[in-house]
């Protein structure tokens, strides 16, 4: 049990950036956090950390050891988790990356709600348009719009998932709707560049798929600023349904090209693979396949 809790006092270190936040955020003195360390550094026999007045940093073998002991300490806090009672309490801190375009969106009622529910889950949530690495940079689980491509992950289908075309009743009228995918070539396109084929947009004619090269007043990593470029009448906007869904329904935007759009694809919830899922992870995926489900949120 002391190997445990110096273990877990020199992650909470390296996590906290410093002894005396990993002192608060654990409950305990600055001493004896850093007594524990260093008891660990002296039962290993090499230094972990290099520490200056103002910050902590980590050795060459800190770095190895801290990504092992995280993963330890996870596998250990899974299996009590999975021998405890099907009616314990959800609880604890739960990390979760998802795109920012979902946060601002799709995920903000659902994530308030699941908070609701479980009131003794402290989230946190992490909006970037980037593919985090779950194990190594400490998450519970991402939300992603894409196809699982690491072996060593498993995903869970929230909702299907599908992108549109679309453009302002006046950007319409001023520029002339594309008929043909081919027709945006020689139209004002806003590019998102979170989007996977950039300024190369793919559509599925009978089955075959063809790709359009496409240029435009704006190229954007942020979903909310192409759309609001595209509500200023800037030009066509590829997207995902889900973003801009309030404003297909209220008029604001008008949706192109449907019979060419890809397959439907779906949002999944990616976790690594292991043994003994933790409870707040499996409560949380549940939440938010229910909440798709039900349909509060089009996708």
């Not at 009622?109 to 992490?126: G, S, T, W």
């Not at 194990?135 to 072996?151: I, K, N």
């Not at 899922?277 to 489900?293: G, I, M, N, Q």
Request: glycine share 6%; proline share 4%; net charge negative.
């Amino acid at each position: 049990m002391d190997a445990i809790t110096r273990m877990r006092c020199f992650i909470q270190v390296v996590d906290s950036n410093g002894f005396s936040a990993a002192a608060r955020e654990m409950g305990r003195s600055k001493a004896l956090v850093s007594k524990y360390v260093g008891e660990l550094e002296d039962e290993l026999g090499v230094r972990l950390l290099n520490m200056t007045t103002r910050q902590v940093s980590l050795t060459e073998v800190g770095e190895a050891y801290y990504k092992e002991a995280a993963e330890i300490l996870q596998r250990i806090d899974d299996l009590q988790a999975s021998v405890q009672s099907s009616h314990q309490e959800v609880r604890g801190r739960l990390r979760v990356s998802a795109p920012r375009s979902m946060g601002d969106d799709l995920l903000n009622q659902a994530m308030m709600h699941f908070l609701v529910k479980y009131p003794e889950i402290n989230l946190d949530l992490r909006l970037e348009d980037r593919f985090v690495d779950l194990v190594e940079e400490g998450f519970d689980l991402a939300v992603r719009v894409t196809q699982l491509e690491d072996s060593s992950l498993i995903a869970r289908k929230i909702a299907p998932f599908r992108t549109v075309v679309c453009a302002t009743p006046e950007a319409i009228e001023t520029y002339g709707a594309p008929n043909v995918p081919a027709d945006l070539s020689t139209r004002p396109c806003i590019i998102d560049t979170n989007y996977r084929f950039k300024q190369n947009w793919a559509f599925y004619t009978n089955g075959e798929r063809s790709s359009v090269a496409v240029k435009g007043p704006l190229e954007v990593n942020s979903a909310a600023a192409a759309r609001e470029a595209a509500l200023c009448n800037l030009g066509f906007l590829r997207t995902p349904l889900f973003f801009v869904s309030k404003d297909i329904r209220d008029g604001k935007l008008v949706t192109l090209l449907e019979d060419f759009e890809e397959p439907m694809r779906g949002i999944h919830a990616v976790y690594p693979h292991r043994r003994h899922l933790s409870a707040k992870v499996r409560a949380f995926v549940d939440f938010l396949v229910e909440w798709y489900s039900s349909g509060q949120n089009d996708c």
